[in-house]
Each structure stands twice: as structure tokens, then as C-alpha cells.
């Protein structure tokens, strides 16, 4: 298993809802990433777990909350959300030091 | 100013045509990525490279690290080659440091 699977495909919640975003690679990659992408710009760094350990946390406002349950999985808890926060969400695991990244397809949020 | 630069912004490209985009980055790193992201879609890992020439069919990823520069080349462009071209770099951290991409088109 090569891939990175990212559920779900879309989202779309209103300002008062509670979901989550999940994550799941099975390739012992022991890094893994969330990232938010706007239209037309670069993706943008938000955590990252090396080891299930919160290793960044890029300022990120706390209605983001990630959590790493194991080694395969993470997830991005999300709550009482902007519409500004409406965007491409990617996850993405390495290896650590100079490996390979592998992305996800990503979950189109869009905050009602 | 942008750690990592990319040139040209956008390229447009009749079908066939040998595509070229470059990168350069200014601190040595660790590794440097190529990444294909197509108009609403996740991202692609094209290329790790830390050092010489790596090919892939039709697309050929080569890396200067004197220089701190790489190009991402594509042969026979298609329709299909049309995407966003991402450099992206890794110093000895975990993060990676993206360029502002390259929007590629292709027309048949």
C-alpha cells in the first residue's frame, strides 16, 4: 500500500458544527502532516506528528484540533469553524529525515 | 521574498513541445521535491531529489546543488500535462518549503 487516504472527499458544515477529517497510511511512514491549501496559493503547513508526538503546531487556531490515535492514522477535529477556513485540506506522511513525502488526495471543506 | 522561487508563473504550450520549469532555493537542503497537482485535485509526487538526474517517462527532474537550482522538464507535452508545478524543499526539519507553482497548459 503505497497511498495516503484521505476521507472524506468533501465537506461542507455549518459555523456551529462538530466533524473530523481523517487520515490513514499503512506504508510505516512515521510522519505525518496536515496542510491547508486556498485557491491558487501553496499549501500551508498546520501540525505535524513524528512518532503519534505533536512535533509543529503552526499557530494554528485552536477550532483545528489534531490527533494522532497510532502510527496509521491522524486526524483534524474541527469546530466552530470561519467560512474563511473553507479550503483544500491535505494530509501527507514521510519517512523521517530526507524521505519521500506522499500526499493525500485532500478534503474540500467549505464552511457555510 | 519567497525561500523558494519558480519560473515562469504560468506556461502555456502547444502539444508536443518540450516544457521547462526551473526552481532555485537559498540555502542548502536536504532534498528538494517535484509535485503535480492537477486544477481542484490533491497532490502528486513526481521527484525526490537530492543530488544529479532522475527521469520518469516523459518528465526528467534534474537538481544542481551548487548552484541551488533544479529544472523539471517535460518531453512530448499532451493535454493532459496541463497542471499546477510545485518545487518544493526540505532542510533538516520535517517541514517542507514550498515555491508559488508553475500553472502549466497544454493545448492540443
Known amino acids: 500500500d503505497t497511498e495516503v487516504t484521505q476521507t472524506p472527499k468533501h465537506l461542507v458544515m455549518g459555523m456551529t458544527n462538530k466533524k473530523s477529517l481523517k487520515c490513514e497510511q499503512h506504508?510505516?511512514?512515521?510522519?505525518m502532516y496536515w496542510y491547508k491549501q486556498k485557491a491558487k496559493k501553496p499549501p500551508e503547513l498546520m501540525f505535524v506528528y513524528s512518532y503519534e508526538k505533536l512535533s509543529i503546531n503552526e499557530s494554528v487556531p485552536s477550532r483545528f484540533s489534531p490527533e494522532c490515535p497510532n502510527s496509521s492514522l491522524l486526524n483534524l477535529h474541527l469546530h466552530a469553524l470561519q467560512p474563511e477556513d473553507s479550503a483544500l485540506y491535505l494530509c501527507a506522511s514521510s519517512l523521517p529525515g530526507p524521505g519521500g513525502y506522499t500526499f493525500g488526495s485532500g478534503t474540500r471543506l467549505t464552511v457555510v | 521574498k519567497n525561500e523558494v522561487e519558480q519560473s515562469p508563473q504560468n506556461l502555456t504550450a502547444q502539444e508536443g513541445e518540450f516544457i521547462t520549469i526551473n526552481c532555485s532555493y537559498s540555502?542548502?537542503?536536504?532534498?528538494l521535491h517535484w509535485l503535480q497537482q492537477h486544477p481542484g485535485g490533491g497532490i502528486v509526487s513526481l521527484f525526490m531529489l537530492s543530488s544529479g538526474k532522475k527521469k520518469h517517462g516523459r518528465l526528467i527532474a534534474t537538481i544542481n546543488i551548487q548552484e541551488k537550482h533544479s529544472s523539471l522538464h517535460i518531453t512530448a507535452s499532451h493535454p493532459r500535462d496541463s497542471a499546477v508545478y510545485i518545487c518544493?524543499?526540505?532542510?533538516?526539519?520535517?517541514?517542507?518549503?514550498f515555491g508559488t507553482g508553475t500553472r502549466l497548459q497544454v493545448f492540443p
Open positions: 518544493a524543499v526540505r532542510y533538516n526539519t520535517d517541514k517542507l518549503i
Open positions: 506504508m510505516g511512514h512515521r510522519a
Open positions: 540555502v542548502g537542503i536536504s532534498a
